[in-house]
């Protein structure tokens, strides 16, 4: 007994001495200042409460500056939150691959664009980027138009009733938006979608991955079944899987019987489930890219705008002077109330409720901190060289609200940060809510043309209110950023 206390004493001592000569070595050649934090641990267990996360990184900030380097355990990690750092991480070739929290997503939602490594994301990058141009956005405005309208109906029974909680609603009429868009299917007619079950599931996958991002030994199935997550995850992310592979099927039957496709997919090969199903059929794709890259396309999409219109609502409802700037200019293009047709001109004019979204994406950013990981050594423009191997957290949230970069009024709302006198000098990496670079978000501007359409049509119709205020809002650090309490908003009809 003795002897084995004795090894196991040796052996535990043998692997401190070593992470900690590699961490002296790393410290000393990297020159960047950072927590050192427990034997072992590293700063891991700083990061292991996901509603301690973004104020652990504030900590940090404040003490040790934008650029930060620690440890997770064993792993080299950095956050960084420095424009300039950032614009030489994002453009760099050997920063492509996402950093190994996204391990997560590939369990939950499967591998595609979101989280392969290169070369394969520059392949299927290459491939589905035709799916997300100019043309094909434009055929998308009579989806955004129609499905707005759908959601007027449904917020009708809510007018001047009280205080509500607009997040489910906007995620089905999301969840749906994207199922037509990329999928050429609508969502409501799947029962589960209309029973609100599979949007459950959605939130149960979601969420279990975040756990699985920020508690990394839970992406071993063993543990999750020794903490009781597994068997709900496992239905979730079955019971999605099967919704997709359907969508995908329907779309493959229409296809075998030409005269029944409904006009959008007849006309466009780079629907984004035309131009996936048609690299199938020659070979490009297997039948799990397919699925894949469909399930990462409706994920990315629907939870990443919902959230995005209710912040913005949110906002305007707790900054009502910005809201009666945004109004009067959406009732200049659309004079009358109830249902119109926002056309990609309006989408232009609409110049205002640029600065608004703007402003709510820098001060709410819906991805609030992403991770990438070196693949080569990378030469940053101030010198410093990241050895390969490195994780690093790009920190949008505190960078969108840095005083230093944003002035003064950088942690509240106010629409003005984007006119174009404050702007124009701003670092080009400042504002980065879909982040920039080689490996940016595939659906900026998509998200952008259906935020729009939807808030011209909502904010023409009601005025939003709420008894929250801003200075409570506590925010939570997930795959996308959430709110601990999330604020009710009352609609009132405008006339
Ligand atoms: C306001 C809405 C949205 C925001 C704030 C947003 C934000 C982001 C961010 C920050 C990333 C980079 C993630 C990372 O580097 O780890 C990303 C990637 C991605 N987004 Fe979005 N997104 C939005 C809407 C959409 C939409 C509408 C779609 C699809 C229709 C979409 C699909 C994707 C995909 C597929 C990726 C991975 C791209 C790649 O790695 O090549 N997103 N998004």
Same mark, same amino acid.
């Given at each position: 007994?003795?002897?084995?206390?004795?090894?196991?004493?040796?052996?535990?001592?043998?692997?401190?001495?070593?992470?900690?000569?590699?961490?002296?070595?790393?410290?000393?050649?990297?020159?960047?200042?950072?927590?050192?934090?427990?034997?072992?641990?590293?700063?891991?267990?700083?990061? #292991?409460?996901?509603?301690?996360?973004?104020?652990?990184?504030?900590?940090?900030?404040?003490?040790?500056?934008?650029?930060?380097?620690?440890?997770?355990?064993?792993?080299?990690?950095?956050?960084?939150?420095?424009?300039?750092?950032?614009?030489?991480?994002?453009?760099?070739?050997?920063?492509?691959?996402?950093?190994?929290? %996204?391990?997560?997503?590939?369990?939950?939602?499967?591998?595609?664009?979101?989280? &392969?490594?290169?070369?394969?994301?520059?392949?299927?990058?290459?491939?589905?980027?035709?799916?997300?141009?100019?043309?094909?956005?434009?055929?998308? &405005?009579?989806?955004?138009?129609? @499905?707005?309208?759908?959601?007027?109906?449904?917020l009708k029974p809510l007018e001047d009733d009280g205080e509500k909680d607009l997040i489910p609603l906007l995620q089905c009429f999301t969840l749906s938006v994207a199922t037509q868009t990329t999928m050429g299917s609508d969502a409501k007619s799947e029962e589960n979608f209309r029973s609100n079950s599979l949007l459950e599931r959605y939130q149960c996958a979601l969420n279990t991955m975040a756990d699985m991002c920020f508690s990394p030994w839970l992406n071993s199935r063993f543990i999750r079944q020794l903490v009781g997550k597994e068997s709900e995850y496992y239905q979730a992310k079955t019971e999605i899987r099967q919704f997709i592979k359907k969508l995908i099927q329907k779309?493959?039957?229409?296809?075998?019987?030409?005269?029944?496709?409904?006009?959008?997919?007849?006309?466009?090969?780079?629907?984004? &489930?035309?131009?996936?199903?048609?690299?199938?059929?020659?070979?490009?794709?297997?039948?799990?890219?397919?699925?894949?890259?469909?399930?990462?396309?409706?994920?990315?999409?629907?939870?990443?705008?919902?959230?995005?219109?209710? %912040?913005?609502? =949110?906002? &305007?409802? =707790?900054?009502?002077?910005?809201? @009666?700037?945004?109004?009067?200019?959406?009732?200049?293009?659309?004079?009358?109330?109830?249902?119109?047709?926002?056309?990609?001109?309006?989408?232009?004019?609409?110049?205002?409720?640029?600065?608004?979204?703007?402003?709510?994406?820098?001060?709410?950013?819906?991805?609030?901190?992403?991770?990438?990981?070196? #693949?080569?050594?990378?030469?940053?423009?101030?010198?410093?060289?990241?050895?390969?191997?490195?994780?690093?957290?790009?920190?949008?949230?505190?960078?969108?609200?840095?005083?230093?970069?944003?002035?003064?009024?950088?942690?509240?709302?106010?629409?003005?940060?984007?006119?174009?006198?404050?702007?124009?000098?701003?670092?080009?990496?400042?504002?980065?809510?879909?982040?920039?670079?080689?490996?940016?978000?595939?659906?900026?501007?998509?998200?952008?043309?259906?935020?729009?359409?939807?808030?011209?049509?909502?904010?023409?119709?009601?005025?939003?209110?709420?008894?929250?205020?801003?200075?409570?809002?506590?925010?939570?650090?997930?795959?996308?950023?959430?709110?601990?309490?999330?604020?009710?908003?009352?609609?009132?009809?405008?006339?």
């Amino acid at each position: 007994m003795l002897t084995w206390t004795l090894w196991c004493g040796l052996v535990f001592l043998l692997w401190f001495y070593f992470l900690w000569s590699r961490r002296r070595f790393y410290l000393f050649t990297l020159k960047v200042p950072g927590p050192l934090g427990y034997p072992l641990l590293g700063m891991a267990h700083w990061l #292991s409460r996901r509603e301690d996360i973004l104020n652990s990184f504030a900590v940090f900030l404040e003490k040790h500056g934008p650029v930060i380097f620690s440890w997770l355990g064993p792993i080299p990690f950095m956050i960084v939150s420095d424009p300039q750092v950032i614009q030489d991480i994002f453009t760099s070739p050997h920063c492509i691959n996402k950093g190994i929290i %996204y391990k997560a997503v590939d369990d939950g939602a499967g591998t595609g664009l979101f989280s &392969l490594n290169d070369p394969h994301w520059s392949i299927h990058r290459k491939l589905l980027n035709p799916a997300f141009g100019h043309k094909v956005l434009l055929s998308f &405005l009579p989806i955004f138009n129609r @499905e707005t309208a759908l959601l007027m109906d449904q917020l009708k029974p809510l007018e001047d009733d009280g205080e509500k909680d607009l997040i489910p609603l906007l995620q089905c009429f999301t969840l749906s938006v994207a199922t037509q868009t990329t999928m050429g299917s609508d969502a409501k007619s799947e029962e589960n979608f209309r029973s609100n079950s599979l949007l459950e599931r959605y939130q149960c996958a979601l969420n279990t991955m975040a756990d699985m991002c920020f508690s990394p030994w839970l992406n071993s199935r063993f543990i999750r079944q020794l903490v009781g997550k597994e068997s709900e995850y496992y239905q979730a992310k079955t019971e999605i899987r099967q919704f997709i592979k359907k969508l995908i099927q329907k779309k493959m039957v229409a296809d075998a019987q030409e005269s029944s496709l409904p006009p959008i997919q007849a006309h466009d090969k780079n629907i984004f &489930l035309n131009l996936a199903t048609d690299l199938l059929r020659r070979g490009v794709f297997n039948w799990k890219n397919v699925e894949d890259e469909s399930n990462i396309i409706v994920f990315g999409a629907f939870e990443t705008t919902a959230n995005t219109v209710y %912040y913005t609502l =949110m906002l &305007l409802a =707790m900054f009502p002077e910005y809201q @009666e700037k945004a109004f009067e200019e959406i009732r200049s293009l659309f004079p009358d109330t109830g249902d119109f047709e926002v056309t990609y001109n309006d989408v232009q004019q609409m110049v205002y409720l640029d600065l608004i979204l703007n402003e709510s994406m820098r001060v709410v950013p819906p991805v609030p901190v992403v991770s990438r990981q070196t #693949s080569q050594e990378l030469k940053l423009s101030n010198g410093i060289v990241i050895p390969q191997g490195v994780q690093i957290a790009i920190d949008m949230f505190h960078m969108h609200r840095s005083k230093k970069i944003w002035g003064p009024e950088a942690e509240t709302f106010n629409p003005d940060h984007f006119l174009p006198h404050n702007i124009q000098d701003k670092h080009p990496y400042a504002f980065i809510p879909f982040t920039k670079g080689i490996r940016n978000c595939i659906g900026w501007r998509y998200a952008l043309i259906s935020a729009k359409v939807t808030l011209a049509k909502l904010l023409r119709n009601y005025r939003f209110r709420t008894s929250f205020p801003f200075e409570d809002l506590y925010f939570v650090e997930d795959i996308t950023l959430k709110l601990k309490v999330v604020p009710l908003i009352e609609l009132q009809k405008r006339i």
